[in-house]
């Protein structure tokens, strides 16, 4: 079986999660990592098979010329890595949510992998979990009856977790075509953040099988009191005429059905569960078209109008209708029209996270 050559930029956080997951698996070979950090290429490089090491993305793609190109940088940096990819010949690009910054981004870079007809996957890796596959299972098995409602709820804002919520209930939605969206937010404290978003958002999005989002993200969201570390307080599930089935990203799932009664399990989420996974799929992907990545670009970028939507009916008001036809910038939006009014937050704890909520 062939092995891909790959690289990866950015050896933060993620980058080295994804660097050690493809290092560990057999069907790839770490041929080059990147950072503007030299210091972290040296710590990373012994622990991945010391691979090529550089600091500008641009050249060492063209030398090693890839066929796969991951990236793990910030959310501003996203379109140029995504050129960079399709220009360097790989097959398959794996980035981090979220797709975008704005839809006029989303849209280009949307354009640049159909144009390159270059595969895409994005990291939504929390479902691998036992206990995100657990609820899948559940809805997936008919037991809810007919499902009407998805919902997810976190405490994390919505540049970081939004995406993941949209994501997680569009797969127990089967990927069914959102309608619509419209939502209302509060606190322009991350309005200033790197992950670039309101500091609470909450909206409901209409899909064409009749089911209905709900979705609750940042520091207005209820706690999920079964979960004590604040990151991982998100909610995620599937309501049905027969019952319902969730799942508690720090821990757990639980589903009361009229078959089944009450069911719960274990599972929380987990880096190093979750990586081996994801990457083994991109492997699977690229041997065999017909093994399309669960994570796949067009899955991600559904979301990602979703996320869009949300954000235009904030500024614009109204529900917005999806797909969307058109790209613009929708935090600069949010930037000129949100409110000096202050969040309210919902838990104490949220303070260290939401400074500005507290400020007199
Ligand atoms: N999927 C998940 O569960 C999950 C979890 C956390 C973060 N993320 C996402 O992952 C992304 C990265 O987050 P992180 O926590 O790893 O960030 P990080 O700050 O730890 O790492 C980013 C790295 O990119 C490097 N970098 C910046 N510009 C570069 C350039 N031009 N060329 C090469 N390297 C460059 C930085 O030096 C840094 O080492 C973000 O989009 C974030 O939202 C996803």
């Not at 990373?44 to 063209?62: D, M, R």
């Not at 379109?79 to 360097?88: A, H």
């Not at 093994?291 to 970028?301: R, S």
């Amino acid at each position: 079986m062939k092995t891909y050559s790959m690289m990866v930029v950015g050896m933060g956080k993620r980058g080295v999660h994804h660097a050690t997951a493809f290092n560990a698996n057999p069907r790839f070979k770490v041929a080059g990592i990147c950072d503007i950090d030299q210091a972290r290429l040296e710590a990373a490089a012994p622990k991945l098979g010391n691979p090529k090491i550089g600091t500008e993305a641009a050249a060492l793609a063209k030398e090693l010329k890839p066929d796969l190109f991951c990236f793990c940088t910030l959310p501003h940096l996203r379109l140029e890595f995504i050129k960079l990819g399709v220009q360097s010949g790989a097959k398959l690009i794996a980035f981090e949510k979220p797709v975008a910054m704005s839809s006029a981004e989303g849209l280009q870079i949307k354009q640049a992998l159909e144009q390159g007809r270059v595969k895409a996957v994005v990291s939504h890796q929390h479902r691998y979990g036992e206990h995100y596959k657990a609820v899948k299972a559940v809805v997936a098995s008919g037991a809810l009856g007919k499902v009407h409602t998805v919902y997810g709820t976190a405490t994390g804002w919505a540049a970081h977790m939004l995406s993941h919520l949209i994501d997680y209930t569009c797969w127990f939605n089967d990927y069914a075509e959102p309608e619509w969206a419209m939502a209302q937010a509060a606190g322009r404290g991350k309005l200033s953040d790197l992950h670039t978003s309101p500091d609470y958002i909450a909206g409901v999005v209409h899909f064409k099988n009749g089911v209905r989002g709900i979705y609750d993200c940042g520091a207005g969201a209820p706690d999920v009191p079964e979960v004590p570390y604040w990151w991982r307080k998100c909610r995620i599930g599937a309501q049905g005429s027969e019952g319902f089935a969730e799942v508690m990203t720090g821990g757990g799932w639980r589903a009361v059905t009229k078959s089944g009664g009450y069911q719960t399990g274990e599972g929380g989420m987990n880096y190093d569960y979750d990586m081996p996974p994801y990457v083994q799929q991109m492997a699977d992907w690229l041997d065999d078209e017909n093994k399309i990545h669960p994570c796949c670009f067009a899955n991600a970028y559904k979301g990602f109008e979703i996320m869009s939507a949300l954000y235009r009916s904030v500024a614009e008001g109204g529900q917005i209708p999806l797909p969307l036809t058109s790209g613009t910038d929708e935090i600069a939006s949010l930037k000129e029209k949100m409110p000096a009014k202050k969040v309210i937050l919902t838990l104490a704890e949220s303070a260290k996270e939401y400074p500005d909520a507290l400020k007199p």
